[in-house]
């Protein structure tokens, strides 16, 4: 079995770790211990898959107290960067989004002792270099750098989205609506139901009448700023709009 620590860990410069390292310092500094623990090959004896770590001490990650390994590890789930799980052996860690760091094993060639550097030749004469070695990770990265990519958040843009046909396009969201998610908006949106959604479409697109005053913003970066808001709206329009009237349970309208 070949030894993890002859593993290399490569941090993605972008503005995911740049928001992730200002906004949720703690956070980064438990994922930088994740990272620098996951394995880079499936270990059966200790029951840990490619990917996954032993979190061990959060002391030894920076994190001053148990309250704050426990809000850095919310804030990683909730991004979508890392799961966790219980074990008889402590917390496993699973790094599930290779936008911020990502890990692979050395190629054959190289001594296990050092980091490479520079060129060498193969055995077959070709000259390598460590850009070479580092393609499948280029590449893996590749596919988490797109405008949404590794943002809090950015499962529901399609959801935003649809709620006004202004909003689909550009359908990326800006440096403003992104910090916006990742300050909270994603949290709240994540307590949403299908149906919930659902409902919000239907009062997105309702002209009120005379006299009626709902919260129904036409910036899409006000939707994301207010959603709590903009839901308490949407759910009195429903209670006033679409209750059956035999039914007295303003909640009932969301099942």
């Given at each position: 079995?070949?030894?993890?620590?002859?593993?290399?860990?490569?941090?993605?410069?972008?503005?995911?770790?740049?928001?992730?390292?200002?906004?949720?310092?703690?956070?980064?500094?438990?994922?930088?211990?994740?990272?620098?623990?996951?394995?880079?090959?499936?270990?059966?004896?200790?029951?840990?898959?490619?990917?996954?770590?032993?979190i061990g001490d959060w002391k030894k990650a920076g994190l001053k107290s148990e309250r704050r390994y426990r809000t850095a590890k919310k804030?990683?789930?909730?991004?979508?960067?890392?799961?966790?799980?219980?074990?008889?052996?402590?917390?496993?860690?699973?790094?599930?989004?290779?936008?911020v760091f990502s890990n692979s094993l050395p190629s054959s060639d190289e001594p296990s002792d050092r980091q490479p550097t520079g060129n060498r030749r193969t055995g077959d004469g070709?000259?390598?270099?460590?850009?070479?070695?580092?393609?499948?990770?280029?590449?893996?990265?590749?596919?988490?750098?797109?405008?949404?990519?590794?943002?809090?958040?950015?499962?529901?843009?399609?959801?935003?989205?649809?709620?006004?046909?202004?909003?689909?396009?550009?359908?990326?969201?800006?440096?403003?609506?992104?910090?916006?998610?990742?300050?909270?908006?994603?949290?709240?949106?994540?307590?949403?139901?299908?149906?919930?959604?659902?409902?919000?479409?239907?009062?997105?697109?309702?002209?009120?009448?005379?006299?009626?005053?709902?919260?129904?913003?036409?910036?899409?970066?006000?939707?994301?700023?207010?959603?709590?808001?903009?839901?308490?709206?949407?759910?009195?329009?429903?209670?006033?709009?679409?209750?059956?009237?035999?039914?007295?349970?303003?909640?009932?309208?969301?099942?």
């Amino acid at each position: 079995m070949r030894n993890v620590n002859r593993g290399f860990v490569a941090m993605h410069r972008g503005e995911v770790v740049d928001s992730l390292q200002e906004q949720y310092p703690e956070a980064f500094l438990l994922l930088c211990q994740i990272a620098r623990r996951a394995r880079v090959e499936a270990c059966p004896i200790l029951g840990l898959e490619k990917g996954e770590a032993l979190i061990g001490d959060w002391k030894k990650a920076g994190l001053k107290s148990e309250r704050r390994y426990r809000t850095a590890k919310k804030r990683l789930e909730t991004c979508r960067i890392s799961t966790f799980r219980a074990t008889a052996k402590g917390t496993v860690a699973r790094l599930v989004d290779t936008s911020v760091f990502s890990n692979s094993l050395p190629s054959s060639d190289e001594p296990s002792d050092r980091q490479p550097t520079g060129n060498r030749r193969t055995g077959d004469g070709r000259v390598t270099t460590k850009n070479n070695d580092n393609k499948e990770n280029n590449e893996n990265h590749d596919k988490h750098t797109g405008p949404q990519a590794g943002v809090c958040g950015s499962e529901f843009v399609d959801k935003i989205n649809k709620l006004r046909p202004g909003w689909r396009k550009p359908a990326a969201l800006n440096k403003t609506e992104r910090e916006l998610m990742a300050g909270g908006s994603a949290e709240q949106m994540a307590e949403l139901s299908d149906a919930d959604w659902a409902m919000l479409g239907r009062f997105m697109r309702y002209k009120p009448r005379p006299g009626e005053d709902y919260w129904q913003p036409n910036l899409r970066h006000k939707f994301i700023e207010t959603i709590d808001g903009v839901f308490r709206s949407a759910g009195t329009w429903a209670y006033k709009h679409e209750q059956p009237k035999t039914n007295n349970n303003p909640h009932d309208i969301w099942k």
